[in-house]
């Protein structure tokens, strides 16, 4: 069921990627941010739909930010990439945008999928202005210099520093890194249908963590090839991760913990919330 | 009295830089933030200020536009300065910010500054959700592969385009490249107001294009000390420019009946258009 919802978002999301970028002049920059865009999982893009779902919000509406946040996702990524960020070949089992064209190129298409999100999300057919304010309001507080780029500064900055992170570091650092876009995604339903945010964020708060925890897992115990990009790259780095932390054992009990913890925050929503709850016992338990 | 303005919108959209990047955690990304808004002149920032002072519209809260215009210039100008891009080792007579940091350091805070464009842009202390809504989605637009990206990109493709663009592809690039955040800025004020957006968009449609011919003389004629940044680089790059195209005496006229044109179109707001009248003499008479 989850898998099968999770493959018609990502399809949904795809065909709505097509309409906004096929307006754009077909120039090497939009057709590196339509590759960029292309043979992610969608998890963030399937957590604004499935909430909208959840809040009987209409998938026409919902289908805007669900967009814009894998248009945000994306960009992400296209920069990590980037010979003076990680320095990555392969992204999504593909070679990755700087390669494909250039670093020029790279840094262009993702500033472009960054503005790209912000317009998504505040689109006329999202409905209310008061819902499209909100919504690119919250995006920027979780992707800027408080959320996602914190986590990426704090991750930098760890590279540098004399002893490896803390526990506690850690968790903060994820909190922005990663955490800070699945909480927005998974909220997002709550905000178009103007509801109450507090069930979804503790879901998502308890998701983001296991999702990281999964990850650092992926990162030692997983194929390349399946996984679609370069593995063990923490460990090459000397990185403290939370399986060099806790152990890997360890680190499975608590990603499973944190699974319970996140399905048991959306009891209030009874038997329409089991999707959702079935994508959190997947993301500890995928492969890529 | 245009000057003295400016300097102090300048002033003011400093202060308010600092209350907003005091509040985020000190690191290198978040001093490269700050770094990369100091020294501009503020021409953006003052068209916003200027424009809502123009429909009564109180200067706390333009601020926040106003700011959020000057972010997502900085930005641009961060992004534009890296070795895959123009490769330039002076900004505002200062070493960018990829000579003073790194070139991940610039990405990142490139990236975080196109980000608070948008909060700044959306935070409710502007008013009305209708109004934050229209602000964000115009700036979006404006500045993503349908505006300044368009531009870039069309830049980029000329580099390696057979034969040098005419009159009529520079104009149509430029439009995009700086005419579009120029317009955005001229319309923040109507835009605050909720007024008509006519007058303000063919004041700044004119100003925009005049602004760039006096560019380019400026690049072929400039001190680079006093502009602070490298010269001659379009005629180094072989690149075809207004100046190129037109000579410089055509292009000193067609800049100075640009400038007719956007003054006239304000003729409707009275006196009170003084300044924005100063501003467009100012662009073509300007050193840096």
């Known amino acids: 069921m989850f898998r099968e919802r999770l493959a018609q ?29 292309q043979g992610g999982k969608g998890l963030r893009g399937f957590l604004v739909l499935e909430s909208a779902r959840l809040h009987d919000v209409d ?12 248009a945000l996702h994306a960009y992400s990524l296209v920069h990590d ?15 990755t945008v700087h390669l494909k064209w250039d670093e020029g190129i790279a840094v262009l298409a993702g500033d472009a999928l960054q ?24 995006l920027a507080q979780a992707s800027g210099a408080q959320g996602m780029v914190l986590g990426q500064a704090l991750d930098i900055a760890a590279e540098s520093a004399d002893s490896p992170l803390t526990l506690e570091e850690i968790t903060h650092l994820q909190a922005g890194k990663t955490g800070a876009l699945i909480e927005w995604s998974a909220c997002a ?29 992926l990162d030692i115990e997983g194929n390349a090839e399946i996984a679609g990009k370069r593995l063990q790259k923490d460990a090459e780095a000397g990185k403290a991760t939370f399986v060099s932390l806790l152990g890997l054992d360890a680190a499975r009990t608590r990603a499973a913990e944190l ?29 890529s």
Do not use: N
């Open 259 to 287: 699974v319970e913890q996140s399905c048991a925050a959306l009891e209030g929503y009874g038997a329409s919330a089991e999707t959702l709850k079935d994508a959190a016992r997947f993301v500890i338990a995928r492969d």
């Open 189 to 217: 339903g709550a905000r178009l249908a103007q509801a109450d945010l507090a069930p979804l964020r503790q879901y998502a708060q308890s998701l983001g963590l296991a999702f990281q925890i999964a990850d650092d897992i």
């Open 59 to 70: 998938t026409a509406r919902a289908i805007w930010p669900a967009t814009g946040i894998e």
């Open 115 to 138: 503005t790209l999100a912000f317009e998504l999300c505040t689109r006329s057919e999202i409905g209310p202005a008061e819902i499209r304010a909100e919504l690119a309001l919250s």
């Open 9 to 37: 978002d990502a399809t949904l999301i795809q065909d709505h990627f097509d309409l906004v970028l096929g307006a754009l002049d077909d120039l090497d920059v939009t057709q590196a941010m339509a590759y960029a865009t």
């Open 81 to 95: 990439d980037l010979p003076c960020m990680d320095d990555d070949d392969l992204r999504r089992g593909r070679p």
